[in-house]
Nanobody, 124 residues
Framework: QLQASGGGLVQAGVSLRLSCAASGSTFSRYTMGWFRQAPGKEREFVAASRRGGGGSTYKDSLRGRFIISRDNTKNTVYLQMNSVKPEDTALYYC???????????????????WGQGTEVTVSS
């Protein structure tokens, strides 16, 4: 079970950190991803933290502004969102997959478990 939190209504330019807490004892074995879905648009990949210290992957346009991290001792993955923009407005989901191959990291169908989402609204 995944529980995302940290969303809210913020002004453009501020920083925001999303959290996703997972239940269970095998968190470190999962690749954890963040996806987002804006109103009227398809769900898109944001970032992922690969299991076993396999590094991170980002949507190209977000690299450098968004940072994904994880704390395996707390079963939690974070998404640090810096200098947020109105176009970052979306419902943000965290997802977990135990067998996400590198080439499928950005593919939602590669992830088995999904959180309920946390809403981020950025005003200009």
């Amino acid at each position: 079970q995944l529980q995302a939190s940290g969303g809210g209504l913020v002004q453009a330019g501020v920083s925001l950190r999303l959290s996703c807490a997972a239940s269970g004892s095998t968190f470190s074995r999962y690749t954890m991803g963040w996806f987002r879905q804006a109103p009227g648009k398809e769900r898109e990949f944001v970032a992922a933290s690969r299991r076993g210290g396999g590094g991170s992957t980002y949507k190209d346009s977000l690299r450098g502004r968004f940072i994904i991290s994880r704390d395996n001792t707390k079963n939690t993955v974070y998404l640090q969102m810096n200098s947020v923009k109105p176009e970052d407005t979306a419902l943000y989901y965290c997802a977990a997959g135990s067998s996400v191959i590198l080439s499928s990291t950005m593919n939602p169908s590669a992830y088995t478990y999904w959180g309920q989402g946390t809403e981020v609204t950025v005003s200009s």
